[in-house]
């Protein structure tokens, strides 16, 4: 059975960082696609950032050179590295996991949003507070 783990979240002040993980059990990260995901109270969920299993990452362009993804194959465990937070980052934060063999072209749309539907793993969510 696939199950998702993330940890990281809190509450930060503006200009803070934090950092999440994502770890799998079940499941290998090697050669499959990882997003993460975001919901904020009354939104809708979006992609944040994703790695497919060419390695190739691809974020949106609200945290464009503020947040990196990553994954440590070893260890089955998936990173958001956030910097320089803004409190619309506020969120609860979600890892998803589909593959093997898929590639970001499969989830992204041409205006950048992700398609959460071609995920079909999920985290419970970790929450992420940022204060002005």
């Known amino acids: 059975q696939v199950q998702l783990v993330e940890s990281g979240g809190g509450s930060v002040q503006a200009g803070g960082a934090l950092r999440l993980s994502c770890v799998a059990s079940g499941y290998t990260y090697n050669s499959v696609c990882m997003a993460w995901f975001r919901q904020a109270p009354g939104k809708e969920r979006e992609g944040v950032a994703t790695?497919?299993?060419?390695?190739?990452?691809y974020y949106a362009d609200s945290v464009k050179g503020r947040f990196t993804i990553s994954k440590e194959i070893a260890k089955n465990t998936l990173y958001l590295q956030m910097n320089s937070l803004k409190p619309e980052d506020t969120a609860m934060y979600y890892c998803?996991?589909?593959?093997?063999?898929?590639?970001?072209?499969?989830?992204?749309?041409?205006?950048?949003?992700?398609?959460?539907?071609?995920?079909?793993?999920w985290g419970q969510g970790t929450q992420v507070t940022v204060s002005s």
């Open positions: 790695i497919d299993s060419d390695g190739t990452t």
């Open positions: 998803a996991a589909e593959g093997p063999g898929c590639y970001y072209s499969d989830y992204v749309s041409k205006d950048g949003s992700f398609r959460a539907a071609k995920f079909g793993y």
